[in-house]
């Protein structure tokens, strides 16, 4: 199966910081998307990327798909508490469909 | 209000006794599926479907089994749970495959 690198695998950050993060895959996907699961829950989507080079934004969120369609990049400003969470990247291949390995993010008030 | 329902929310159970999740969506959605979730592995899909009567392997299916007889329905079957399959567990649905609306999981222990 497709394996989807994330990074950082974690990160702690104060409130009020901008995050950065990424995820990687050895093959070339036509859809990016980027979900967010919060404690207990199941995944949210966020953002969702359709073109090579797409920049897409969701408030204090934006993404972008990676020109080589093997990234993409997940960029949130001006952290604040509720931004906990794992974050994944995802996509289909196929009638498939994967996420990444997660970026746990922490925020300090 | 749209939503995909799984249950139970927690099991657990022991080795060899067979049992079922179930996952209901209210959306009308054709695309359904089932992934487990561990520490530092993401989810990985274990099944999905199409829709009524289609469904397929995903990356780990060994130990699990699925159906597909009405469109709203996808339950999860383990004929005889071994304890690797202590994990969480999610369904999801989509009307395209791309965007997945998932339920809020059940953990399950198997001793």
């Known amino acids: 199966g497709q394996q989807l690198n994330q990074s950082p695998q974690s990160m702690f950050i104060q409130e009020g910081e901008d995050v950065s993060m990424n995820c990687t895959s050895s093959s070339i996907f036509n859809t990016w998307l980027w979900y967010k699961q919060d404690p207990g829950e199941g995944p949210v989507l966020l953002i969702a990327l359709y073109k090579a080079g797409e920049l897409t934004s969701n408030g204090r969120l934006t993404a972008q798909f990676g020109i080589t369609r093997k990234d993409s990049f997940l960029n949130i400003s001006a952290s604040i508490p509720s931004d906990v969470g794992i974050y994944f990247c995802a996509g289909p291949v196929g009638n498939q469909f994967y996420f990444g390995t997660g970026t746990s993010l922490t925020v300090i008030p | 209000e749209a939503q995909v329902t799984q249950n139970p929310r927690y099991l657990i159970t022991v080795t060899g006794k067979k049992l079922t999740v179930t996952c209901s969506q209210n959306?009308?959605?054709?695309?359904m599926s089932w992934y487990r979730q561990d520490p530092g592995l993401g989810l990985r899909q274990i099944y999905y479907s199409m829709n009524v009567e289609v469904t397929d392997k995903g990356d780990v299916p060994e130990g699990y089994k699925v159906s597909r007889k009405e469109k709203r329905n996808f339950p999860l079957i383990l004929e005889s749970p071994s304890p690797n399959q202590t994990s969480l567990y999610f369904c999801?649905?989509?009307?395209?495959?791309?965007?997945?609306?998932f339920g809020a999981g059940t953990r399950l222990s198997v001793l």
């Open positions: 999801a649905s989509s009307a395209n495959r791309d965007i997945q609306y």
């Open positions: 959306m009308n959605h054709e695309y």
